[in-house]
Structures are given as structure tokens and as C-alpha cells.
């Protein structure tokens, strides 16, 4: 826009936005169906929009217009932004380290700035789970949960 600067973008912080589903964990146990569709979905989505053909580019193009660009400035967006289009690569970075070590981060940042409310005692105040039962924070109080299950559905073909 005009008279306009930049003053801080992501790139700035790699790794630490991260693109997420976030469903309601009771919702979720409940409605498992739910999960498997949502992540079909985004998976069906991902190897559409990964493609050079005619289908991918008037996917990109929808998409670029729904979020207020044009192609190009989409697909710039998509040069800086690291995409788990392959459902694999995905399981393997919700279950690595990497992840652990940015959501420590972030926590830390949360608490720092007020993010986590008046009654936070630390920036552990909010749990957060990984899969294979590692957590940082408080166990009591989980409030986010990275379940790799679905992604796993996705990698092995069976949604």
C-alpha cells in the first residue's frame, strides 16, 4: 500500500509461526471422522496446489484472491513459507525435537509479554503435548495438543 513500510515479517522468525488445524480435543474424540476429513482435505488441497499445471495455478489463483493478493504475490508467499505438502515429512516434524524447541520458545515469549493472562505464574503456566507422550509445561493444564495421528492416516494412504 502506498506510504506504507515494512517493519518486521516472518522470515524473521523461522519456524516459529506454524500453520495448524486446531480442533477441540473432545470434539475430535468424538467425531475421529471429522479429523480424517479435514485432513484428507488439506492433503487433497496440497498435492493440487504443489503442481505447475492448470488445476494448481487456478487453485493458487482462488486462493491468492481469497486472502487479498494477486498470483504472484501468493506464490511469493509460498517461496518463504515452509509447506508440508508430503503427509510424511509432516509426522516427522510433529515428532521431532525441532517442534518442542519452538513451542518452548513461544511459550517463553507468551509469558514474557502477558500472552498467558494475569493469573500465569510462569511460562510453563499452559501444557502443551507432542506425540509420543512428551510435553513441556504443565501437565494439569494442557491446553494444546499436536496429534500427528491423522497426518500419519494421510501418509500411509489410508483416508
Not at 43 to 50: F, L, N, R
Not at 60 to 78: E, I, K, P
Not at 115 to 144: H, M, Q, R, V, Y
Request: aromatic letters at 8%; proline letters at 3%.
Amino acid at each position: 500500500m502506498p506510504n506504507t513500510h515494512e517493519v518486521f515479517d516472518s522470515s524473521q522468525i523461522p519456524g516459529e509461526i506454524i500453520d495448524l488445524m486446531v480442533v477441540n480435543t473432545e470434539t475430535l474424540k468424538e467425531n475421529p471422522k471429522l479429523g480424517m476429513a479435514l485432513t484428507g482435505a488439506w492433503y487433497e488441497i496440497m498435492a493440487t496446489t504443489s503442481q505447475t499445471d492448470e488445476k494448481a495455478i487456478a487453485a493458487r489463483t482462488h486462493m491468492a484472491r481469497a486472502s487479498g493478493t494477486d498470483l504472484a504475490g501468493f506464490n511469493a508467499q509460498l517461496d518463504t513459507t515452509r509447506m508440508f505438502y508430503d503427509a510424511a515429512e509432516a509426522v516427522k516434524f510433529s515428532r521431532g525435537e525441532e517442534l518442542v524447541k519452538t513451542m518452548e520458545h513461544v511459550s517463553t515469549f507468551s509469558f514474557d509479554h502477558g500472552l498467558l493472562g494475569a493469573g500465569a505464574a510462569g511460562a510453563g503456566f499452559i501444557g502443551i503435548a507432542f506425540p509420543g507422550e512428551k510435553s513441556i509445561g504443565d501437565k494439569k493444564n494442557i491446553k494444546l495438543r499436536f496429534n500427528e495421528s491423522f497426518m500419519n492416516l494421510a501418509a500411509e494412504g489410508k483416508l
